[in-house]
């Protein structure tokens, strides 16, 4: 057998056969019309087997992406189908309704009258006649679905939404036949699928998406679903597992804190009592998870939503034994769900492409006929991506860094505890920038003689930023923070080695001024040095500036707050002893004494311009281009997205 030659194995799912066993389950993109079908089909061109699209209300009362509770829907439907078939791809639909979650109405239907955690509003609890007519829109939907050329109907039990509140003997209080025992709980998805057979037969693949287990405190367990998915076993074509609800909303979608495969732990007690095809998903990163899973009978089909954004074209390489093309998901959450749900669309830290696929290629695809000589000043994750970008488009490129390795600050950030996933995009791209040729000097400090000995045709300054050693805060900016030069205070980087590490003395301060995750690494560095840690925020939560915390910063929360470990949010810094650390809030008298034997201020880098201005200076007939943290953000996802840009047009 060839490598991985299970996962490319076909299945047979209901009615319908599945080329493949990775596939993609429902999540959220917010995109429409064309832009949704150039989405999925960048995926389906690059091998998958089936996709899901996401999830959508199937009633009025409830929270909608597509008006599939009208037969409006049927042409875009037909178009999409069309698409996704011509590239050997089958394509389901998610349904569901969004229960207390919120919804389409200006009221929220429930179960019983327990408000979701982050929706704060108390539901109204549906009455015999509303159940019987959000079953029958189950059952309308699926007719919608078969009529428009879609494969199959996934229904979506879990995620804490209207079905899962039923299923939950924590979240359905009822006391008439739709509660109390789990009989009673599953009768409501008992109807629902009754009514969607009564509709299409077995015309299409009917499914059901489970919870494995939901972290509801008195709710859902892994031995409770099990017993759930086999009643469900001989009335469905196959059963799909995924973990959480809001409750616990970072494992709904685990980041790269969380272990690889974190959801096959609840997922083996439930699959080996099923007969049909399952579906598991939960940080499968690479085909060699997949296939270990596929073939180990864990599961029959492995769902790899984020890694599929992060290179839509996995499954073909994989085929062509090019794993090692692969372009990796980090894990961080902050481009998939942390832009969905700050900006209103899906995006990706390390795939320019993702969600724009109708205007921009995953690839740059002009070769540049005329090639120039481009310097590359700064080899983090900018400097990398537009190296990699230029020489696949033809251009001769010559890279310098100051320091012994390439990756910037992402090498340095994946040194600390719970990291290690985001440094595999920049050991990626220097995998990269190697086989194509790229001519790297490190250890190199660039200055304007050298670029003129270099004599390039133009430069791409990627130098990032540094520390700052002047005490600065933002709450008091033209004020150095007292005692910022003490022996005992130091900056990020250099708990991180850059110099030497400093001698770590218990108890520990942080100061975060930034709310960005480098606070919450210095927090893990130090208590896995063994001393307790306060750390001090400028911002009131913990990563608060982080997209979207509860899915990007969650387990790191809980991780920290398991630990001896405190947080202090909304305090500036007023003065720093040889003991101690004070504290106040802006524009108040009261002062916070907190004893520290080490210091950590986490505050806004300088960006390193010198060279810029330098050569701005000295060469008119030179273009020079920032790229990175040296433009004034601290993000890797915008400093390869900058990077792609400005290297895909020169």
Same mark, same amino acid.
């Given at each position: ?507 520990? !301060? ?14 893990? !560095? ?125």
């Amino acid at each position: 057998m060839a490598l991985y030659d299970n996962l490319f194995e076909p299945i047979q799912v209901g009615p319908v056969t599945i080329p493949n066993r990775i596939v993609r389950s429902a999540h959220g993109t917010h995109l429409g019309g064309d832009d949704l079908i150039a989405y999925h089909e960048a995926r389906a061109r690059g091998g998958v087997g089936m996709s899901t699209l996401e999830a959508t209300g199937v009633h009025h009362s409830a929270r909608t992406h597509l008006p599939l509770h009208s037969d409006d829907i049927l042409p875009f439907y037909e178009k999409i189908s069309r698409r996704m078939h011509q590239h050997g791809m089958k394509l389901f639909q998610q349904i569901y309704h969004s229960g207390a979650s919120g919804g389409g109405s200006p009221d929220s239907w429930s179960v019983s009258g327990i408000p979701n955690p982050m929706i704060q509003v108390m539901p109204f609890v549906m009455t015999k006649t509303q159940i019987d007519d959000v079953v029958a829109s189950f059952g309308a939907a699926a007719r919608r679905v078969r009529d428009g050329g879609l494969d199959g109907v996934d229904i979506h039990a879990s995620s804490g939404y209207l079905i899962h509140e039923f299923l939950s003997p924590a979240l359905n209080r009822r006391e008439d036949e739709y509660g109390g025992s789990r009989e009673n709980r599953m009768r409501f998805l008992m109807e629902v699928i009754a009514a969607i057979r009564a509709e299409v037969g077995h015309d299409i693949a009917v499914g059901v998406r489970l919870p494995n287990e939901d972290y509801v405190p008195g709710g859902l367990t892994a031995e409770e679903n099990a017993a759930i998915a086999q009643v469900l076993d001989p009335h469905v074509d196959y059963v799909s597992l995924h973990m959480g609800a809001y409750w616990r909303f970072h494992k709904l979608i685990a980041p790269s804190d969380d272990p690889l495969g974190v959801e096959m732990i609840p997922n083996k007690v439930i699959t080996r009592g099923v007969t049909k095809p399952t579906i598991v998903v939960g940080r499968i990163m690479t085909l060699d998870h997949a296939s270990s899973i596929v073939g180990s009978g864990e599961a029959t089909m492995v769902s790899m939503v984020r890694a599929l954004i992060a290179d839509p074209e996995l499954v073909n390489k994989g085929r062509r034994l090019e794993e090692h093309k692969i372009r990796p998901c980090v894990g961080t959450n902050m481009g998939c769900v942390g832009q969905l749900m700050t900006r209103g669309v899906i995006s990706c830290v390390v795939n320019v492409a993702a969600a724009q696929e109708r205007t921009v290629s995953f690839e740059p695809e002009d070769k540049v006929t005329q090639p120039k000589k481009i310097l590359i000043v700064g080899g983090g994750p900018a400097g990398l991506e537009a190296a990699r970008t230029l020489a696949l488009r033809g251009h001769k490129v010559e890279l310098h860094d100051a320091m012994r390795r390439l990756g910037g600050q992402v090498a340095m950030a994946a040194d600390a505890p719970h990291r290690a996933d985001v440094g595999q995009i920049t050991r990626w791209l220097e995998s990269e920038i190697e086989t194509l040729g790229v001519e790297v000097h490190l250890n190199s400090m660039v200055d304007a003689d050298m670029v003129a000995e270099i004599a390039p045709d133009e430069v791409i300054v990627a130098t990032g930023t540094t520390p700052r050693y002047d005490g600065f805060q933002v709450a008091t900016p033209s004020v150095p923070v007292p005692g910022w030069d003490l022996p005992h205070v130091h900056n990020s980087w250099e708990l991180f080695g850059v110099g030497g590490k400093p001698d770590i003395k218990g108890p520990a !301060v942080v100061f975060d001024d930034t709310g960005t995750f480098e606070a919450i690494s210095v927090a893990d !560095v130090l208590l896995q040095a063994g001393v307790p840690v306060t750390m001090v925020s400028r911002t009131e939560q913990l990563g608060q500036n982080v997209p979207f915390p509860p899915v990007t910063v969650g387990a790191a929360r809980e991780r920290l707050m398991s630990a001896d470990f405190d947080f202090i949010g909304g305090h500036y810094i007023r003065n720093i002893t040889s003991d101690e650390v004070e504290i106040g809030v802006l524009f108040t008298d009261r002062v916070r004494r907190i004893p520290a034997k080490t210091v950590v201020l986490v505050s806004f880098n300088q960006p390193n311009r010198d060279l810029a201005e330098q050569l701005a200076a000295r060469f008119s007939n030179v273009k020079i281009h920032l790229v990175g943290d040296v433009r004034g953000r601290n993000s890797m996802m915008t400093a390869i997205h900058e990077a792609a840009e400005v290297a895909r047009a020169i």
